[in-house]
């Protein structure tokens, strides 16, 4: 499939021919959620915990006698029936990753880009370089783009003036080709390549 260039000065740069294989998939909603889900696993931190019976501050000490009281047969206020007492089967420190296949993440990759090709959404530009790392200028050039929550993907290196002026700039990220993730893209609205990024990404995923 085709695709127009442009330049940051939304000028045309001629076009670029986009692999079938990468970009001109039909998205599946189902290889996306997996691959998502599977992403935001991974980086949950996991560091929920509550005390356990073994472990909250009491004595061990029969509360009172077993017999002859009327009441149930207790042994320590450290039970999860008296307040204070341990939590059963509370959350531990763990992780929530869970695995998933190489293949199966590329082909998640692959459905994200058709995805963007495919609503409209993407666009590719010449390349991410500016002389000067001001984000006062980055800032108008994006808003005459109409750019609202854009995500760049340049080739292996990002250019570093691009990089600091664009820290400051809500809505705008900017990753290497290398970094290029599924979440990342579906949560942007415009999905922004440079001609080293699709190159990239068409060798990444072959």
Do not use: C
Request: charged share 25%.
């Amino acid at each position: 499939m085709k695709a127009k260039v442009i330049k940051l000065d939304a000028q045309a740069a001629g076009g670029i021919e986009l692999s079938d294989d990468v970009f001109g998939l039909e998205p599946r909603a189902d290889i996306l959620h997996r691959v998502v889900r599977y992403q935001l696993a991974k980086r949950q931190a996991g560091t929920h915990k509550v005390k356990t019976r073994s472990e909250v501050s009491y004595s061990t000490k029969k509360i009172y006698r077993q017999k002859g009281t009327g009441g149930a047969r207790h042994g320590a206020r450290s039970a999860p029936i008296f307040r204070g007492g341990g939590v059963y089967k509370g959350p531990k420190v763990r992780s929530h990753a869970h695995d998933l296949t190489k293949k199966f993440r590329k082909l998640g990759l692959k459905h994200a880009l058709s995805a963007k090709a495919t609503a409209g959404e993407l666009v590719v530009i010449d390349n991410a370089e500016i002389t000067s790392a001001k984000t006062g200028e980055l800032a108008k050039t994006v808003a005459n783009l109409g750019w609202k929550k854009a995500l760049v993907i340049d080739g292996a290196e990002v250019n570093e003036n691009f990089l600091l002026a664009s820290r400051n700039i809500e809505g705008v990220n900017i990753l290497p080709s290398q970094g290029a993730n599924v979440y990342d893209i579906l949560k942007s609205t415009t999905l922004v390549l440079t001609k080293a990024g699709v190159e990239a990404l068409e060798a990444r995923l072959k």
